[in-house]
């Protein structure tokens, strides 16, 4: 069973550090771009960015482009999601999603989700 | 990248048909048959349920089904059932290389 597996929900202060998890299992985890989205709190999905976990090439969202960085640990099937400095807008759900690509594209599967919530 | 515009909210009786509307611009929706449809039910993620416009994952039932014609995706649920009650997001790729979503819709099953 192709699945993504996150980290457990975060309760950080403002100008705190923060690092989320995004595990995969049952299917070749470089093959595919790893894809995070967040959801503010009673809001829609908003497309953060991409990671190939085959060489760390990461594309972000205009919007958030400089305040996080994606990486991945392809040795351990991991992607992750991080912060330096959490401000309380960051407060959100945050999912992971496999992007499968190429003559097709599709979010599948979705992580559980993280939440994180930022207050001081 | 402006998200996509879906209307916020629409109903249906058991058994009726409903279709969503998820409009784009020729960058996005217009310009490639990569639409795909998810459905996000309160605390849960988001599950695929139609992707390139109109295939269906193994394991969506066959009410679920895909169109588009020009800027415009659908998504219509037929024989529409209480367990189908929840939000549904449209997603497309851009030719910015990235994918945006629509403002999503919520479904009542009346």
């Known amino acids: 069973e192709v699945q993504l597996v996150q980290s457990g929900a975060e309760v950080k202060k403002p100008g705190e550090s923060l690092r989320i998890s995004c595990k995969g299992s049952g299917y070749s985890f470089t093959n595919n771009w790893i894809s995070w989205v967040r959801q503010m709190p009673g809001k829609g999905l908003e497309w953060m960015g991409r990671?190939?976990?085959?060489?760390?090439?990461?594309d972000y969202s205009p919007s958030l482009q400089g305040h996080v960085i994606f990486s991945a640990d392809k040795s351990i099937s991991t992607a992750y999601l991080q912060w330096s400095s959490l401000k309380a807008s960051d407060t959100a759900m945050y999912y992971c999603?496999?992007?499968?690509?190429?003559?097709?594209?599709?979010?599948?599967?979705w992580g559980q989700g993280t939440l994180v919530t930022v207050s001081s | 990248q402006s998200a996509l515009t879906q209307p916020a909210s629409v109903s249906g009786s058991p058994g009726q048909s409903i279709t969503i509307s998820c409009t784009g611009s020729s960058s996005d929706v217009g310009r490639y048959n990569y639409v795909s449809w998810y459905q996000q039910h309160p605390g849960k993620a988001p599950k695929l349920m139609i992707y390139d416009v109109s295939n269906r994952p193994s394991g969506v039932s066959n009410r679920f089904s895909g169109s588009k014609s020009g800027n415009t995706a659908s998504l219509t649920i037929s024989g529409l059932q209480a367990e189908d009650e929840a939000d549904y997001y449209c997603s497309s790729y851009t030719s910015s290389s990235t994918q945006v979503f629509g403002g999503g819709t919520k479904l009542i099953v009346l």
């Open positions: 999603a496999r992007l499968v690509y190429g003559e097709t594209n599709r979010f599948d599967p």
């Open positions: 990671i190939d976990p085959s060489d760390s090439h990461t």
